[in-house]
Nanobody, 129 residues
Framework: QVRLVESGGGLVQAGGSLRLSCEVSGRTFTTYAMGWFRQAPGKEREFVSGIGWSGRSTSYADSVKGRFTISRDNAKNTVYLQMNSLSPEDTAVYYC??????????????????????WGQGTQVTVSS
């Protein structure tokens, strides 16, 4: 059973920063591509960022490039999303997702939600103006 648990969400003022964490249970984290998605009220879930299991390949949505940074610590089975220069438009529930990518290579970074195998429960991020 693979379980993803997000943490680090909260309320922050515009221009502030938050770091989200996602801890993954299971023995094969090192072969999981990881992604962060978000869903704002009334909107569809959208891709935010992803990282291959090698840690060398990353991908970002245009809306967060230059502000968000994804990273992973395979020793801790954890993926992080550092979010800087937050704006009210970043307000959403943020979800962590995992894809068993052993057949795809360490540089594989899926960007579609349907490609992921496992999901966390989400953590709320609220940015006030």
């Amino acid at each position: 059973q693979v379980r993803l648990v997000e943490s680090g969400g909260g309320l922050v003022q515009a221009g502030g920063s938050l770091r989200l964490s996602c801890e993954v249970s299971g023995r094969t984290f090192t072969t999981y591509a990881m992604g962060w998605f978000r869903q704002a009220p009334g909107k569809e879930r959208e891709f935010v960022s992803g990282i291959g299991w090698s840690g060398r390949s990353t991908s970002y949505a245009d809306s967060v490039k230059g502000r968000f940074t994804i990273s992973r610590d395979n020793a801790k089975n954890t993926v992080y999303l550092q979010m800087n220069s937050l704006s009210p438009e970043d307000t959403a529930v943020y979800y962590c997702a995992a894809k068993n990518a052993i057949l795809y290579g360490g540089s594989y970074v899926p960007a579609r939600s349907g490609e992921y195998d496992y999901w966390g429960q989400g953590t709320q991020v609220t940015v006030s103006s």
